[in-house]
């Protein structure tokens, strides 16, 4: 295996032009620092993000997505933690939501617990298992343009679940740190939503 091409490409940059016209996409972010680039690229009732839940923001994505059929919903993972839920890739090619996009923020390190090198650094293909596993659609995208296309894919219809690899800079910017009310997070998105607080 080969070490990957190294990107010049600033995550939040990146995740804010993905973000800039979200319409009334629904966004689910994992762990750590896919949440900080969410809060950071500007906080929204749509968002849901996790403090928790390791390896599983594509599958609530899923569920997400599944329940509201209508809506866009956009899964904003890093490497380390898609790699830990490589089999939620796998039900997600099954279920065939068409409503649902998962964008992995590869850094190509484990930020979270010291910036050890990951797995896509050394060769693993997130958007060769996608689509192994029934995806429509996945790419790698390494520059702000290629970014700025991706997010007028992805408002765009699919016949099934895509996903996307921005690959960016390993560096840890400052967090930027949502709410850690996880009852608070819960019922604001459902009153966006339109549901009552539970």
């Given at each position: 295996m080969s070490m990957s091409n190294?990107?010049?490409?600033?995550?939040?940059?990146?995740?804010?032009?993905l973000l800039k016209d979200r319409r009334n996409t629904l966004v689910v972010s994992g762990l750590g620092s896919p949440t900080y680039d969410l809060?950071?690229?500007?906080?929204?009732?749509?968002?849901?993000?996790?403090?928790?839940?390791?390896?599983?923001?594509?599958?609530?994505?899923?569920?997400?997505?599944?329940?509201q059929p209508s809506r866009r919903v956009l899964a904003l993972t890093g490497d380390g933690e898609q790699l830990m839920g490589l089999?939620?890739?796998?039900?997600?090619?099954?279920?065939?939501?068409?409503?649902?996009?998962?964008?992995?923020?590869?850094n190509q390190h484990f930020g979270e617990t010291g910036m050890q090198a990951s797995h896509t650094g050394r060769g693993v293909d997130l958007t060769a298992i996608a689509m192994a596993c029934g995806f429509v659609?996945?790419?790698?995208?390494?520059?702000?343009e290629?970014?700025?296309?991706?997010?007028?894919?992805?408002?765009?219809?699919?016949?099934?679940?895509?996903?996307?690899?921005?690959?960016?800079?390993?560096?840890?910017?400052?967090?930027?740190?949502?709410?850690r009310d996880a009852v608070f997070i819960k019922?604001?998105?459902?009153?966006h939503l339109g549901f009552a607080a539970a």
């Open positions: 190294p990107s010049q490409l600033d995550r939040r940059a990146a995740v804010a032009a809060h950071a690229a500007g906080d929204h009732d749509g968002n849901f993000y996790l403090w928790g839940a390791m390896g599983g923001a594509a599958l609530i994505g899923l569920g997400l997505a599944q329940a089999g939620g890739i796998a039900t997600i090619g099954v279920a065939r939501p068409r409503n649902l996009d998962i964008v992995v923020i590869d659609a996945a790419a790698i995208v390494r520059t702000l290629e970014v700025q296309g991706l997010a007028k894919q992805i408002a765009e219809p699919a016949d099934g679940p895509r996903l996307f690899v921005v690959k960016v800079l390993a560096e840890n910017p400052p967090r930027s740190l949502p709410s019922n604001r998105f459902r009153a």
